[in-house]
C-alpha cells in the first residue's frame, strides 16, 4: 500500500511517500503555507500526483500526549484534506520526528512515514 505523510505546519508542510509495498519511505518535498488556498492547492497537486491509497499527517501532541495548540490547528487542518482528498487521512503521533530530521520539513515527514510503516507493520 503506497502512503503519504505530511509533517504538517503552519509555515512549512514536509511530504513524504512510500514504495508501492509500504515498505520504505523517501522525503518528496517541502510546501509553503499549506494552510493558505494557494498553499492547499499545491500541497493537493503533490498528493494527487503521488496516487496515495492512505495519507498520514502527523499529530503534534506535546511529551506528556496532550493537545495543544499545534494539534488543534492540525485538526482543522486534517478535516479540510480529508474533505478534498479521495484516500483515507489518519494521524499518527509525530513527536520527535523534527528534532530526529534536524530542521528539514521533508525529511521530517520520512521519518514520520518510517515510524508510521514500521508500527503499522508490527499491529499486523
Do not use: C, N
Not at 484516500?87 to 513527536?95: F, G, H, L
Request: aromatic share 6%.
Amino acid at each position: 500500500m503506497k502512503v503519504l505523510a505530511l509533517d504538517y505546519g503552519s509555515a512549512r508542510t514536509g511530504v513524504a511517500v512510500s514504495d508501492p509495498t509500504g515498505t520504505v519511505a523517501r522525503p518528496v518535498t517541502t510546501v509553503e503555507r499549506a494552510a493558505t488556498d494557494a498553499g492547499f492547492a499545491k500541497l493537493l497537486a503533490v498528493i494527487a500526483a503521488e496516487i496515495p491509497e492512505l495519507v498520514v499527517v502527523g499529530m503534534p501532541l506535546t511529551l506528556r500526549g496532550e493537545q495543544g495548540e499545534q494539534a488543534r490547528e492540525t485538526h482543522a487542518f486534517v478535516t479540510r484534506l480529508r474533505a478534498a482528498v479521495a484516500a483515507p487521512v489518519e494521524t499518527y503521533d509525530e513527536r520527535f520526528t523534527s528534532v530526529l530530521a534536524g530542521g528539514d520539513d521533508a525529511r521530517a515527514a520520512a521519518h514520520l512515514l518510517a515510524s508510521y510503516l514500521e508500527w503499522r507493520s508490527a499491529r499486523r
